[in-house]
């Protein structure tokens, strides 16, 4: 058995950790308003597991409209995988469900979420032989397209504008990105990809003006160059943007759109050809051409080794602070995981975690969610020691960030752990870990809520959770989360219990937040009644 993570983009096999509460620890280290504020458990969704086949439980948020749940089967006395798809609303009430007796010739690689409909890619092994299966998020009915790509494509990112398919990744190690027509089967490569020492770095698509945004990274003459090559629906090369500094490397970046010509791309960058961050960089394109950048090293940011305890933190920021006093340049050994940017109406939002890898493991590795490959890999494990949050406003700088510190959390595949949800005037950030939910709240670059626990419960008050497998969390919408995974739950301990897949509706209350901060700012000394 075993229960996989939504995510927004392609799918990626991974295991996972959980949530909890000791509310003696909290007493001690949360201010007295903290422990006023509450992640509360609403609606819970209990699905039996099946004794008689091998199971994979996804759930995919579906924001407002509610989620997605999928579950794959394989009966012992069939060869074909059944898919079966529940839609429910937003009170975890089932509005229909629909299944797919899958080929046993194929196998799945990716899924994309679209706005209106969720689709899978499949391939037959062996062979330049994929199936698209399309489902349709109102009314659950599904279309399925085959189509012959390459054979040996290492897929990488799957997504879908319009009617075509985007499946890019290797093809004899070196980047391609190949366009399906589900209408016509026509199948075309991208042009001006196919180059040697060329990494994929992401396929950022704008649906609304129809433009497909490749971007790579490449060494070329002992130099790191990041560019970015638009193409139009029909896959025309329009122009081509490149990012070179003789000092500093870019990592990844991420578009913000102002308008047709008009962009901004924040991401990070190291020193030299590395995986090594050396802090985050913004910069704005006008057209083809990218302005001066912005480059903020970590040490410019006022939280980011709050994660340490303070007798080290000292120490690290006094020798920061005498190399920079000497003249000499600072270097980081980080690696950043960045997530999609959270846009707002006044600002842009980054959020990245600090993870190290860890040694190899044995254990085995979880396949599934949505916008991450299916087909398992043999990765090291990562280690989290932090994670940081920073808002920029809409001409590109940068106006806070902060920090939560993650302690002793581990995947054994790199996947994206803490989750922040805007909620009111403040930011959650949560992340689960060994059956519990550890949440933190923010008022941008000032911790307001320190960290609380919080358990997730089964739906009967008779019960209690015997073991915690699977577990994952999401933002759904507003200020609610999706808990969802895999327990054991029984009257006793005693007692085997049943094994079942749970979804758990979750609040976060910020109201008594701000009245108590109003108290706090009315008592201080000196200040006007």
Known sequence: MCVTPQKEEVMHNRSINYFGLKLMLLMVVAPLWGALAQLQQSDRLEIPTSSSSSEQFEVFSLGERGILSVIRGNEFSNRNEQWEFVKYDTTLKALWRTSYKLDYRYIPVMAYKGEESGYWLFAEPDTDKFLFLQLNFQDGSIDTYKGNLLSGVDVQHFKVIGSKALVSGYYRSRPIVIVHSFFDHTTRVLPGLFEKNTELNNVDINEIDGYINVITYAYRRKNCVFEIKTYNYDGKLLKRTSLSDPRYSFISGQIVPLNADDSYLIGN???????????????????????????????????????????RRARVLEKIGKR??????????????????IQTEKEIVLVAEVYYPNQRSTSPIISGGMSRPYVARALEGY??????????????????????????????????????????????????QEGEIHTEVISRNKVVVETEKFKINPKSEKEKVLNNEDGYLSPWYGQYFLAYGMQRIGTSSIVQGREVFYVNKLTYKTDEIGKMEAKEEASRPGQQP
């Open 383 to 432: 280690r989290y020691t932090h994670a940081i949050v920073c808002g920029f406003d809409l001409s590109g700088k940068l106006i806070w960030d902060n920090t939560i510190t993650i302690k002793d959390l581990t995947s054994f595949d790199l996947q994206e752990m803490v989750q922040v949800t805007p909620v009111d005037d403040y930011f959650v950030l949560a992340y689960p």
């Open 324 to 341: 920079k006093s000497l003249g000499k340049e600072n270097r980081f050994r980080y690696r950043l995981l960045v997530h999609q940017l």
């Open 269 to 311: 960058y190291s020193v030299g050809c590395t995986q090594y961050s050396q802090g985050l960089y913004v910069t704005h394109i006008s057209d083809d051409t990218p302005e001066e950048p912005q480059f903020i090293e970590f040490s410019e940011l006022q939280n980011f080794f709050n994660y340490m305890k303070p007798k």
